[in-house]
């Protein structure tokens, strides 16, 4: 495993050099240290990366954005649903 400070080390041994290291901080656990291994060997860091959510789109709004496609299909998609979003505000 890749280890705490200047070697490698089991990850029971991170977890008792950690809770030395730090006694402040919150303890971890050896399903903490092998989730965080797991990722950095998955991805090469250990920094949060943030979710990829879809945006959930009704289909009035789909249906408004197809007509606007339509009548002028040169605009990006973008734009043209930036404009939409724009017109509700103004109509309200």
């Known amino acids: 495993m890749i280890g705490y400070g200047d070697r490698e080390r089991t990850q029971c041994e ?5 809770r030395e290291t730090h006694p402040n901080l919150p303890p971890l656990n050896q399903g903490t240290i ?7 060997r998955e991805m090469g860091h250990v920094r949060k ?3 990829k959510r ?3 789109v009704d ?6 954005l ?10 990006p998609a973008r734009q043209l649903a ?3 979003k724009t017109q509700k505000k103004l109509r309200l």
Do not use: G, H, M
């Open 14 to 18: 991170v977890v008792r050099l950690f």
């Open 82 to 84: 930036r404009d939409i």
């Open 49 to 51: 990366v943030p979710s």
């Open 54 to 56: 879809q945006a959930v």
């Open 66 to 75: 197809l007509l606007a496609l339509e009548e002028n299909p040169i605009t």
């Open 59 to 64: 289909d009035d709004k789909k249906l408004n």
């Open 34 to 40: 092998s989730k965080i291994e797991a990722q950095y």
